[in-house]
């Protein structure tokens, strides 16, 4: 408990200087990320598939205050990709204090199609590129006694219809990352790791994946990446954004699973 205690209250300054790596920060929530950090003088490494979003990113999160910044383009599906990122981080800044990973692969939103290929190359880009990154950012972690955010969704808690494969390799983190967290309390290694809980937030491409079928209101991503930013800076174990929604979903996953069950499906239209 000793080696794992946090602050307590968050302040802009704490992000001032340190080096951060953002993961699918060409658009969504990552995008938002790197702009709060950017505001927050932080040096960032951003990355995604996309060159030509990235530039702006960058751009605009240099006129936002960005002490550096700088992308480095390619696919998590290539599984040399999460190693190539991190050296750049070392090339560049001989250390790194924040591990953010956030990207996602693109699945269906539908019932389950059987395809076996489609989930093996998702839990290479939504898992496995998760643990190859954090495997390369180790070292450098442990020197800084920095901390990794893993972005996860409801759907690594409790499982809703029409996204099977997603489900999997968000359910894939919690167990994988929380058991880390265990060994690095036992080994007295003192890098946080922070799981982030997210429900349905109202990025451009999860909207056009699910607003047809599911009745909610979006969250708004620029809050919730502030929330991220913070919960990672401040040692959080868990983050549940929004709040009040995902604790009782969470609660009552534990009490009342089959009530949840149907609560999920009766939030789907007919
Ligand atoms: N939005 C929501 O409702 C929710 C989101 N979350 C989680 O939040 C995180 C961000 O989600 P959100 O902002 O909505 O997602 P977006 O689809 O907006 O962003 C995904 C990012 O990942 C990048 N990406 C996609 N494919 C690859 C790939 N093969 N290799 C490397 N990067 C890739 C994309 O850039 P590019 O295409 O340029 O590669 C983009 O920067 C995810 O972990 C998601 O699971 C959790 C719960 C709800
Ligand atoms: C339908 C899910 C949530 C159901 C629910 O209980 N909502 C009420 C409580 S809440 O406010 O906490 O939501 C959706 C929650 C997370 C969504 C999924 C997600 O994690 C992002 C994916 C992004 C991708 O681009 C496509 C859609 C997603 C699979 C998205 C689908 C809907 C959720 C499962």
Redesign the pocket.
């Known amino acids: 408990f000793y080696f794992y205690s946090a602050p307590e209250n968050f302040n802009e300054e704490m992000l001032r200087g340190k080096r951060v790596i953002v993961?699918?920060?060409?658009?969504?929530?990552?995008?938002q990320m790197a702009y709060h950090l950017a505001r927050m003088e932080a040096h960032l490494l951003l990355?995604?598939?996309?060159e030509a979003?990235?530039q702006k990113v960058v751009k605009r999160c240099l006129e936002l205050g960005a002490a550096s910044a700088r992308y480095v383009s390619?696919?998590?599906?290539d599984t040399t990709?999460p190693e190539v990122v991190v050296k750049e981080a070392e090339n560049t800044w001989g250390g790194l204090d924040v591990l953010i990973l956030?990207?996602?692969?693109?699945s269906y939103f539908n019932y389950f199609n059987g395809d076996v290929g489609h989930v093996r190359k998702l839990l290479e880009?939504?898992f496995l590129?998760y643990v190859a990154m954090t495997v390369s950012a180790l070292p450098m972690l442990k020197e800084s006694e920095g901390s990794i955010v893993v972005?996860?969704?409801?759907?690594g808690k409790t499982a809703a219809p029409f996204s099977a494969p997603?489900s999997a390799t968000?359910f894939a983190l919690d167990g994988f990352f929380s058991s880390l967290r265990h060994e690095f309390i036992i080994e007295k290694v003192n890098v946080s790791i922070t799981l982030?809980i997210?429900?349905?937030?109202?990025?451009?491409?999860?909207v056009r994946a699910?607003s047809h079928a599911i009745r909610d209101t979006?969250a708004p991503?620029e809050e919730c990446a502030l929330e991220i930013v913070k919960s990672g800076v401040l040692r959080r174990r868990e983050l549940h954004y929004p709040s009040r929604a995902v604790g009782s979903l969470l609660l009552l996953r534990d009490i009342a699973p089959d009530f949840l069950d149907s609560l999920i499906r009766s939030s789907y239209k007919q």
Do not use: Q, W
């Not at 956030?102 to 693109?106: K, Q």
């Open positions: 993961t699918g920060a060409s658009s969504g929530i990552g995008e990355t995604a598939r996309t979003k990235l390619g696919s998590m599906e990709f956030n990207h996602i692969g693109y880009v939504n590129s972005v996860s969704s409801v759907a997603y968000k982030c997210l429900g349905y937030i109202d990025t451009e491409n999860a699910v979006p991503k």
